[in-house]
């Protein structure tokens, strides 16, 4: 079972795409990209193509194409580790308002004290992010729209990353919520799995809610909003329903079922397989700890890296003597060594 295969709907042409760029920019590394991208890959180099159509920014272009050279080739298992992450998610919200069917916050107990990320401790995250990672994902263990300075934050971080995603429930948002993603985010992802069987896999939701709030995106959408939608499920064996989305978002993908609320239960596998989890991104957690993967729901291997303040940055931690053991491990093929890792359900994936 791959990490990332995903039903994408995207229908860019990759190796085109690699080729219209390479007349335009001089480097040699990311024509081998057409080897190995993600199914997302084709889409940012067409948006960062017709920006480049309207503006002509050449180091914009190439910034583009040399982080998803970084992204990608980690992803792969072609390794390059430098000071960042192409990638940092951060948790704006442990705490969700939707139990899914198949997902950790079935774990009450866990998750019961919990709270919040405080607008300072973004602030700082921001600060120390921007010029140095190129891609953020708002999304780890909960629902970041629940966060009470969500617009704050989507204001402060604006025009600051080549690509800033979200992935919500859908549920909560409101037309000032909209706005404030619609002028700051790139992606937008919405969890919706079906159309008939909603309320059986999102336990506390409301389709019609959450329809009407995809809808209520749809329109309120301008040609000047840089950004890309996408309604994006987990496939459990449930009727195929997304033709149904087409209308309100640009894409529509699935991925596959993954046991992650039961991870901790699985049988012990020995893979001496190399995960490219903590060689490409890093999740920061709400209260500024930090861990390296998100199938590690109670974060058990980021219990002894540094947590993230005004004093310790992202590229300490990122450097960090505990981080760089954990990958080490993983390169010279001791994973089963690492608790979780090795309950892992992907134990013969590169990513
Ligand atoms: C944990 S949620 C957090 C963000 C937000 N609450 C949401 O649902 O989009 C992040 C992503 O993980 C997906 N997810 C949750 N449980 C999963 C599972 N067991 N297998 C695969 N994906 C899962 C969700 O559908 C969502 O796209
Ligand atoms: S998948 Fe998202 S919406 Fe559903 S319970 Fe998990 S965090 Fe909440």
């Known amino acids: 079972m791959a990490r ?26 990311f024509l081998s990209l057409v080897d190995f991208y993600t199914p997302y890959t084709p889409t940012r180099l067409k948006i ?44 704006l919200s442990p705490i969700c308002n939707y139990r899914c069917k198949f997902c950790f916050q079935q774990d009450e107990e866990h998750f019961k004290d919990m709270d919040f990320m405080s607008l300072d401790l973004f ?3 921001i600060d120390q992010l921007e010029g140095n990672v190129p891609y953020i ?34 549920s909560l948002l409101t037309r000032d919520k909209i706005e404030s993603i619609l002028n700051t985010v790139n992606t937008l992802a919405f969890s919706v799995d079906s159309v008939k069987e909603y309320s059986e896999y999102r336990v506390n939701g409301n389709f019609e809610r959450v329809m009407n709030n995809i809808k209520l995106v749809h329109e309120m959408r301008k040609p000047h909003h840089n950004i890309v939608t996408r309604v994006s499920g987990v496939y459990c064996g449930q009727e195929d329903d997304s033709k149904y989305f087409d209308q309100y978002v640009d894409q529509t993908s699935f991925i596959q079922y993954h046991p992650w609320k039961e991870i901790y239960d699985l049988p012990t596998h020995q893979s001496k397989v190399l995960c490219t989890e903590p060689f490409y991104r890093m999740y920061i957690l709400y209260d500024g700890s930090v861990n390296s993967c998100d199938v590690d729901y109670k974060a058990v291997i980021g219990k ?14 990122w450097k960090s003597h505990e981080l760089s053991r954990i990958r080490n491990m993983h390169m010279s093929g001791k994973r089963s060594c690492i608790y979780p890792c090795n309950k892992c359900p992907f134990p013969e994936a590169a990513g």
Request: contains cysteine; negative net charge; glycine residues 4%.
């Open 304 to 317: 002894n890296f540094p947590k993230i303040s005004k004093d310790m940055s992202v590229k300490d931690v």
């Open 123 to 125: 602030k700082i995250i």
């Open 4 to 29: 990332f295969k995903s039903l994408c709907t995207t229908e860019e042409n990759c190796e085109k795409l690699v080729r219209d760029i390479s007349t335009i920019i001089d480097s040699d590394n």
């Open 48 to 91: 960062a193509l017709d920006q480049y159509q309207i503006d002509g920014d050449v180091n914009k272009l190439e910034e583009e194409i040399q982080a998803r050279y970084l992204y990608d080739s980690n992803i792969s298992g072609n390794i390059i580790v430098k000071d960042y992450p192409p990638l940092v998610h951060i948790e």
């Open 137 to 170: 994902t708002f999304s780890n263990r909960g629902e970041p729209t629940m966060n009470p300075h969500f617009i704050e934050m989507m204001e402060y971080c604006r025009g600051k990353f080549l690509d800033i995603k979200i992935n919500t429930n859908g």
